[in-house]
């Protein structure tokens, strides 16, 4: 069972599912709001569609670990799941990056893309090793929350503010 795993991350757990879910509603209203500049832009309409994967991600995979009795198998390939959900719109934002660019330096755009892909590398981590039992994985599932969570409001500020300058 995954209840030795998941032991006392209940409450972290709790609290990502709560935050993702009232970002990912600023997302919605910032997207809505911005809908017409965001349209504009040859890259933004796929990486506003990958901020609100991340944290779509983030509500799902907190709640995976609130889920009683599953084996640490099960919750292991539950997140390994989501974060190959999440991965499919990073990548198709990171290669919208790459085809089109951004205005400014150019390691400004490495900065992007690295970031765009590399923020579920801890989650992949903590799913994998999850799935074989170890419970360090619940910290690179955390880390990967935690640092999925700075890119999403940082791509939030961008859908929000950064547009419309």
Same mark, same amino acid.
């Given at each position: 069972?995954?209840?030795? &795993?998941?032991?006392?991350?209940?409450?972290?757990?709790?609290? +990502?599912?709560?935050?993702?879910?009232?970002? *990912?509603?600023?997302?919605?209203?910032? &997207? +809505?709001?911005?809908?017409?500049?965001?349209?504009?832009? !040859?890259?933004? %309409?796929?990486? !506003?569609?990958?901020?609100?994967? +991340?944290?779509?991600?983030?509500?799902?995979? +907190?709640?995976?670990?609130? =889920?009683?009795? $599953?084996?640490?198998?099960?919750?292991?390939? #539950? /997140?390994?799941?989501?974060?190959?959900?999440?991965?499919?719109?990073?990548? $198709?934002?990171?290669?919208?990056? =790459?085809?089109?660019? #951004?205005?400014? %330096?150019?390691?400004? =755009?490495?900065?992007?893309?690295?970031?765009?892909?590399? $923020?579920?590398?801890? =989650?992949? /981590?903590? *799913?994998?090793?999850?799935?074989?039992? $170890?419970?360090?994985?619940?910290?690179?599932? !955390?880390?990967?929350?935690?640092?999925?969570?700075?890119? !999403?409001?940082?791509?939030?500020?961008?859908?929000?503010? #950064?547009?419309?300058?």
């Amino acid at each position: 069972m995954s209840e030795g &795993i998941v032991m006392g991350w209940s409450e972290f757990a709790v609290a +990502s599912a709560g935050a993702a879910g009232a970002l *990912a509603g600023l997302l919605i209203v910032a &997207i +809505s709001v911005n809908i017409k500049e965001i349209i504009a832009e !040859a890259v933004l %309409p796929v990486r !506003a569609g990958a901020t609100v994967a +991340s944290v779509v991600a983030i509500m799902i995979g +907190s709640l995976l670990v609130l =889920l009683p009795a $599953q084996p640490a198998v099960a919750l292991g390939l #539950e /997140l390994l799941a989501v974060t190959l959900f999440c991965g499919a719109f990073q990548l $198709q934002a990171a290669r919208a990056l =790459l085809r089109h660019g #951004e205005h400014g %330096p150019r390691g400004s =755009l490495s900065a992007k893309v690295a970031l765009t892909v590399g $923020q579920l590398v801890p =989650l992949l /981590l903590g *799913a994998l090793l999850v799935c074989v039992g $170890q419970s360090a994985g619940m910290y690179w599932v !955390a880390g990967g929350f935690l640092l999925m969570f700075v890119v !999403a409001i940082l791509n939030a500020w961008v859908l929000m503010v #950064e547009i419309l300058r």
